[in-house]
């Protein structure tokens, strides 16, 4: 609660065998700096000594992961200052601050607010990349927050999302059903009053066909002995249930979707799994690759999934 609780003030260098003896007055020198520059003049005056102090106890105990959470008193008048004085004591000892992190208020105003801050700290004491510390925003983070935040400008580096990545509000729950197509060589399907549970039967290949403007046109199935797709080639694409919509389409590039990563005894070669990098890194490929009207969150134009005529099934359906 305050600099009179925290009994041990030393803190050892980063990088050398030095100690700074008193690390809460090298704290409390920078504030004094920060209350006097020139570019900051007008935006604070004295700050909440009560959090400098608790920023103070958390730097020392993990000088070389400190991100504070600014905004339990004020942003601007306190928080960021308070932060700032500590970053900048850490700074002369040999490390690096982490960032701030925001949880409550207008994200994209304070974020803004706090580059600015940051960054006339760094022209005015010389602190290489201070302008660049992390901006890290939370509270109840969802994709109409975040697309808010873009379309508006922002300056944060990094979310925090807990609860609605968790549960995703508007599909709580994801309905995943595992459907018998083929057993010993031989096509199956299911038939029900409800068309979309009834399934296409045999193995299937997948395909992504992709135009000259490089978005995704269209999904692709087939069965598993067809040719496969070719670029340049005219294709026939029909939907599956319904008859009418039927398309001829050219694609520019074709990209296989299925891979298999757990083969059993099937005798088909078995890919490595990935790693995470490589997984995130393609998930934002496939997004980019989308039309914007099949990403907006407003009645998205939805995305066609077809299939092709399946010759090599005709006439051995069993039920």
């Known amino acids: 609660m305050n600099f009179d609780e925290i009994t041990e003030r030393s803190l050892p260098y980063a990088n050398s065998s030095k100690v700074c003896q008193d690390f809460v007055s090298l704290i409390q020198h920078w504030l004094s700096k920060l209350q006097a520059a020139d570019s900051l003049q007008g935006v604070f005056s004295e700050t909440n000594q009560s959090e400098l102090a608790a920023f103070t106890s958390y730097a020392m105990a993990l000088p070389t992961e400190f991100l504070a959470l600014v905004d339990t008193y004020d942003v601007m008048r306190s928080g960021i200052p308070n ?4 970053a900048l004591a850490l700074h002369e000892v040999g490390y690096k601050a982490k960032g701030i992190r925001l949880d409550s208020g207008d994200l994209a105003y304070f974020s803004i607010e706090a580059r600015k801050f940051f960054c006339a700290i760094e022209e005015e004491f010389g602190v290489s990349n201070f302008g660049r510390l ?5 509270n109840d983070i969802n994709e109409a927050t975040l697309d808010a935040l873009n379309k ?7 979310f925090g999302i807990g609860t609605h990545l968790v549960t995703c509000y508007t599909q709580p729950a994801l309905g995943g059903v595992y ?3 083929q057993i010993n060589g031989q096509p199956r399907i ?4 409800d068309l979309t549970k009834v399934t296409i039967p045999c193995k299937k290949q997948c395909y992504r066909l992709y135009g000259k403007d490089g978005y995704a046109l269209v999904d692709l199935m ?13 294709i026939l694409c029909r939907h599956p249930f319904t008859e009418s919509k039927r398309a001829y389409v050219i694609p520019r590039r074709v990209e296989q979707l299925y891979k298999c990563f757990w ?8 890919e490595s799994l990935p790693s995470l990098e490589y997984l995130r890194q393609h998930c934002q490929q496939q997004l980019a690759a989308m039309r914007p009207d099949h990403m907006r969150g407003l009645n998205p134009t939805p995305y066609k ?7 090599s099934i005709s006439g051995v359906l069993q039920f």
Do not use: M, W
């Open 190 to 193: 299911k038939l029900s009053e």
């Open 179 to 181: 459907k018998l197509v």
């Open 134 to 138: 992390n901006i890290t925003a939370s």
């Open 305 to 311: 999934s077809h299939q092709r005529y399946f010759s």
């Open 152 to 158: 508006q400008g922002h300056e944060v580096d990094a």
């Open 263 to 270: 083969a059993g005894k099937s005798g088909v070669q078995q």
């Open 222 to 234: 087939i069965g598993e002995n067809e040719p496969p797709p070719k670029a340049g080639e005219r």
């Open 83 to 86: 932060f700032c004085a500590v």
